[in-house]
């Protein structure tokens, strides 16, 4: 379906006041304003409209009698409240008919269109950039907007109107464009439920980022994945991304082309049977956050992320770890708090990692983690181990330096401390165990339970060999 056009759109403007209220010694109007499907309500004392009239009178934008005058006596009546609402309704509504264009800038601000209108939000934003984009630029920060910033921008360039609505060169939607170009660090960040005072639902709007064309990071959350376009047009500049809150499949944000063509492949590989799109890869990216999802499988996409070396997946519905073998440069990786059980052959799919997060899973074996030879940190705290012997499947790992086991079962044994240090042989003292330096009393008592295991390990071969 086509969005409506420009004038459509003017049409569905209305304004109402919905009632009133007592605040201390004055009253306040309920005002609903209606700008096509959307609606929000501001309130606003007489003394408001007032300034707003004369502002707009002062500029010969209104005749001065048409705001009704004010009345000391019986102000608060209410006989006189429910007169003067419904004249100062009119008022609004002659207005938004004197000017059913771009609305005058105080007449937008008294009516939130800067905060809720198509219009009025660009215009906003534009000048905002105005006279501070060179600056921001400059300081190189990040920059934040909210996702219906994005969609009324979005929607501005799909309408045939010119750049600049009001006549205000301040507002014109090329300094928006421009900064949006030259931009390097963006933030979105929506909100849950309706935005401020209105029904608007951001994560039910579209909005588009094929108009960023230097972004190095960008950081989206509170939004939802398939209202997002163009985000794979950032695939030639990016070097960080961030999606949180926002998808259930990692395809959904790196893939968008998946869903169009149900068989594709990874840009560089084998194209097999059936293959009817060829997907390019993140060529720059070393950095992805998809933490607090709902993300339940690491998918196909991670094919082309050959470049990322940190890889929070974090606070997600994981419980298998599959295709990061396609990662080789992967060094760090958080799976934490994930509704992982096992991890077989871990180091099939994870290759030379230096630093891995599993904890808040439900793991009770550690198994598969005995080959992972580069690891230097593994947090495994708040997990289901129980058993000092799941212990002795990563005693031998050559470099690892911090290892963290709190909050597990495990944790309760006496002396697990040293019980644990113990399964480190030669290594102990290189080990930092739950944030704590190995002491030389838990070394002395280290070599005790090493000779006391050796002495085991003698009469137990002793045993055997009388009994043949």
């Known amino acids: 379906m086509e969005p409506p056009s420009f004038t459509e759109e003017l049409l569905d403007r209305k304004v109402c006041i919905v009632g009133s209220e007592l605040v201390e010694n004055y009253t306040v109007y309920v005002i609903e304003v209606q700008d096509g499907e959307h609606k929000w309500t501001i309130k606003h004392r007489y003394s408001d409209f007032h300034d707003l009239h004369e502002k707009l009178a002062t500029a010969n934008q209104v005749e001065r009698h048409l705001l009704p005058p004010k009345k000391m006596l019986g102000k608060n009546s209410k006989s006189l409240v429910e007169r003067r609402q419904k004249e100062l309704e009119i008022y609004l509504q002659t207005l938004l008919r004197q000017f059913p264009g771009a609305v005058p800038g105080p007449l937008a601000t008294f009516l939130h269109f800067n905060l809720y209108e198509i219009n009025g939000i660009t215009a906003a ?57 030259r ?9 849950r439920g309706p935005l401020g005072s209105s029904d608007i639902l951001e994560t039910a709007l579209p909005f588009d980022l094929s108009f960023f064309k230097s972004l190095l990071q960008i950081e989206i959350s509170e939004c939802d994945a398939r209202q997002i376009r163009g985000l794979s047009s950032l695939r030639s500049t990016l070097v960080t991304l961030s999606i949180h809150n926002s998808t259930d499949t990692m395809m959904l944000a790196l893939v968008p082309e998946a869903s169009d063509f149900p068989q594709w492949e990874a840009e560089g590989s084998e194209s097999g049977c059936g293959v009817t799109a060829v997907v ?35 606070h997600n519905q994981l419980s298998s770890v599959e295709n990061l073998e396609h990662l080789y440069n992967l060094v760090h990786l958080d799976l934490s708090y994930n509704n992982l059980c096992t991890l077989e052959a871990a180091h099939t799919r994870l290759g030379n990692i230096k630093t891995l997060s599993l904890a808040g899973n439900r793991l009770e074996s550690l198994a598969g983690l ?35 086991l709190s909050a597990n079962p495990v944790c309760i044994v006496p002396d697990y401390r040293t019980k644990v240090l113990a ?31 050796k002495a085991k390990e003698v009469k137990d071969r002793m045993s055997a060999s009388n009994k043949k």
């Open 370 to 404: 005995g080959k992972l030879y580069s690891l230097v940190h593994l947090d495994l705290g708040h997990n289901q181990l129980n058993r000092l012997e799941e212990i002795k499947n990563i005693g031998s790992l050559p470099c690892l330096e911090k290892l963290n």
């Open 125 to 181: 934003l534009a000048e905002e950039l105005f006279h501070k984009g060179e600056q921001l630029l400059a300081a190189g920060e990040v920059f934040s907007l909210r996702p219906l910033q994005l969609h009324a921008v979005s929607r501005q360039l799909r309408l045939a109107t010119p750049t600049c609505c009001n006549g205000d060169a301040k507002t014109d939607l090329g300094h928006i464009l421009d900064f949006a170009c």
């Open 280 to 314: 390019p890869r993140w060529p720059g990216l070393t950095t992805l956050d998809m933490s607090h999802n709902g993300i339940g499988a690491i998918d196909a996409s991670a094919k082309l992320l050959r470049k990322v070396e940190f890889l929070d997946l974090s």
């Open 183 to 191: 931009l390097r660090y963006l933030k979105i960040c929506g909100t």
């Open 423 to 453: 399964q480190f042989g030669e290594r102990a003292a290189e080990v930092c165990l739950d944030g704590q330096a190995t002491t030389e009393k838990e070394l002395d008592t280290v070599e005790v339970l090493k000779a006391i295991q």
